[in-house]
Nanobody
Framework: QVQLVESGGGLVQAGGSLRLSCAAS????????MGWFRQAPGEEREFVAA????????YYVDSVKGRFTISRDNAKTTVHLQMNNLKPEDTAVYYC???????????????????????WGQGTQVTVSS
């Protein structure tokens, strides 16, 4: 079992930055691929970024490429999402998620599909004003 707790959300003006953190419990953090998703009111949950178990592979939705950076510290069992040059359209609840990869998945495995993730945090609100 993995428990995930997000933090770092808040209010920021367009062009500003926030750094989200996700603290994970459990002893098997390094076995999970991690992802960040977001959901705005009235919209479907959207993939934002993912990182493989070792941190060696990352992937981003096109709309945040060059602005967001996902990272993980397996020793501290945390994952971060550095968000720079924030835009009003980034406003959403951001969720941290963990996926136990399929059997025989390579070390670079990650997923962009919400239903494939096994554990979710409670979410943290990010609001970007114009």
């Amino acid at each position: 079992q993995v428990q995930l707790v997000e933090s770092g959300g808040g209010l920021v003006q367009a062009g500003g930055s926030l750094r989200l953190s996700c603290a994970a419990s459990g002893r098997t953090f390094n076995r999970y691929a991690m992802g960040w998703f977001r959901q705005a009111p009235g919209e479907e949950r959207e993939f934002v970024a993912a990182i493989s178990r070792s941190g060696g592979t990352t992937y981003y939705v096109d709309s945040v490429k060059g602005r967001f950076t996902i990272s993980r510290d397996n020793a501290k069992t945390t994952v971060h999402l550095q968000m720079n040059n924030l835009k009003p359209e980034d406003t959403a609840v951001y969720y941290c998620a963990a996926e136990n990869p399929p059997l025989n998945a390579g070390s670079g495995y990650y997923s962009t599909i919400p239903n494939e993730y096994d554990y979710w945090g409670q979410g943290t609100q990010v609001t970007v004003s114009s």
